[in-house]
């Protein structure tokens, strides 16, 4: 018997259907996809990077949002994403890595943003801040930095369209791959198995042809990579690359 997730059915919200997880379902091995980080590319020729990104298999594109509060660094904002809707079609990946997610998630819909993914460690009230994403109709996920405990993520999970696993420190390009990640992600597929549910597992930081083999055997099906797309300047190249790698390791190919 297929039950929505406790979570609509409690609070009665309207969650995309996509994201609503079906228990009882037979949990499916989603194909690998690689979402382009825009935070590595050439701002200058931003929309001609991201078509160059797609041509070369990315399915969805990353958007850092920072406020160099919640993390060292600024970025964007919606502005930004209202400029990158006009550039593509593909689905907009915000990862809000900034203090009071919640005053911003309308701005991001309105931008067309797609999916919002908020920090567990920036939240409040993680849950109603799934619920408003999911409220303006946007995609609803959870992040975690490297300090924190997956397993604190169990009541929420049945409320997400995925779980963004940092593999770095977040707030910079371009840093060293946290090896412990893998753990995490492992802890991910487990949990997943275990309770029956759907959500999709991404990683974000460190994610190259040194590390993509590794991810994606650990569990992970959304491979977040800036510079191994955009670093040399050639994203296109590099973008059909690295997603070869990624669904070669976890035997796709």
């Not at 980080?37 to 969805?60: C, K, N, P, Q």
Request: negative net charge; proline residues 6%; contains cysteine.
């Amino acid at each position: 018997m297929r039950t929505l997730s406790w979570a609509a059915h409690r609070h009665g919200f309207a969650i995309p259907a996509d994201t609503l997880t079906l228990l009882g379902d037979t949990p499916k091995s989603p194909m690998v996809e690689l979402l382009p980080s825009i935070l590595s590319a050439d701002f200058a020729h931003l929309a001609d990077e991201v078509v160059a990104a797609e041509r070369g298999g990315g399915t969805v594109i990353h958007v850092d949002v920072m406020d160099g509060h919640f993390v060292p660094n600024i970025t964007l904002g919606p502005p930004v994403v209202k400029c990158l809707r006009r550039a593509t079609s593909l689905p907009l990946d915000c990862h809000l890595m900034i203090e009071n997610p919640d005053e911003f998630i309308p701005a991001f819909a309105d931008a067309g943003a797609n999916w919002v993914s908020v920090h567990y460690e920036a939240c409040r009230h993680l849950h109603r801040s799934l619920e408003l994403i999911a409220h303006h109709g946007m995609e609803p996920a959870v992040v975690i930095n490297p300090a924190t405990r997956v397993d604190l993520l169990v009541d929420i999970l049945p409320m997400v369209h995925h779980v963004l696993v940092m593999s770095v420190n977040p707030g910079f390009g371009g840093q060293k791959f946290i090896e412990f990640s893998l753990d995490k992600i492992r802890r991910l597929a487990e949990l997943r198995q275990e309770l029956g549910l759907a959500f999709k597992i991404e990683v974000d930081g460190g994610v190259a042809h040194d590390t993509v083999a590794r991810v994606v055997q650990a569990g992970a099906e959304l491979l977040v990579a800036g510079n191994a797309v955009f670093g040399a300047g050639t994203p296109e190249q590099d973008a059909r690359g690295l997603l070869m790698a990624a669904r070669e390791a976890a035997g796709q190919q």
